[in-house]
């Protein structure tokens, strides 16, 4: 049997005992919630005496040893939770034994596998299929999906409660939408902060969150580039300078993620050239113009930030695909000056901001000449 985490909370007696269960997905907030239930059911069948977790570790873990722990908990005739963290850790060929041998479990004994989908995506290890699939023959797995923008608002506002606190709707799209993401761990940590924060004060509010929460550097970003769009020099150098000088971020991190919001503005700006609109189905032969890596492609984008459709379309409205064309050569020329391959400058920060300006401008290109003489004339259009 296989569940999601929505369909496991209203599904009628799931219990892990006599069962293998598998935790995976990359919500781990959720996954200690499960656990804790799983505890509590183990707790009432040994009467009130909580039996506890034995813990093991995925890369130690054989299928002779973790079978064997099943036995003596049977044998011992008591309740035995066995963890199993990290287990897509377990060695491949232990995984294909285990996954042979995975059968019936004495009612007294559950064994929980967990995994880590944690840290960069190229590094993720999943289960083995043929162990995933002998565990939901005779068990049950979970899935832990990222919850999308609305659930998160949701999940928020319920913690809040759970503190005695009223946290409003629009303060907690601010914490999923703008401020933290989705992540159910940030989210906890950062209500718990607010909650303290209020005092005696029954409720949160959206001024309370702009006090408290720090901003995400995309939130700067993405006001950086708004003002670009409308050609706001003075605005979008303010905002530049706040990163480099309050933030202390760097040059190098700043231009790829101003480089991947003209990107998004470039693909917005296709699809409504060819009648998309937010929610609408994209024609085959116009999504494969689209990148198909996930974090380049605008439309997966906004499976994630569903909030920023309508502020990509405005910033896709502002720019002709003369301008487009010329701010994307501006960041290429930007990226091998501070790479050293072009020109003679040296300082980032100067590079940077020079690009800033050249893309508010819409100047000629480059901004600046090898030798770092003066700028070109303003080049009309756009």
Known sequence: MRLTYAKYLTARDVSCLGRWCLLFGPEHRLKREVLARFRGQAKDAAGGEDPGWEVLEGPAVTASDLLSRCQTGALLDGT????????????????????????????????????????????????????????????FSIEFAALKGQEAVSWAVNRAKGLGKTLERAAARKLAEQKLGTGLGALELEIEKLASFVGERKTITSADVEEVTPRLIEEDIFRLVDAVAVQSSGRAVAVLRALLRDRREVPARILPMIAQAIREIWQVKLLLDHGWQPGGEVEEGIRALLPMEERRNVLRAFTRRPWQVGDRIRQANSFSWARLARAVQALHDCDLTMKGAAGKMTDESMAIELLVIQLCRDLDLPLWDSEMRKPRPHAAGG
Do not use: M, N, W
């Not at 559950?110 to 043929?130: M, N, Y």
């Open 80 to 139: 035995r939770l066995v963890l199993v963290d990290r287990a897509e850790r377990i060695d491949g060929r232990e995984q294909e034994a285990l996954a042979k041998r995975v059968g019936d479990l004495p009612p007294s004994v559950a064994v929980v596998l967990v995994t880590a989908e944690s840290g960069p995506r190229r590094e993720h290890k999943a289960l083995r299929a043929v162990l995933r699939r002998a565990i939901e023959e005779h068990g």
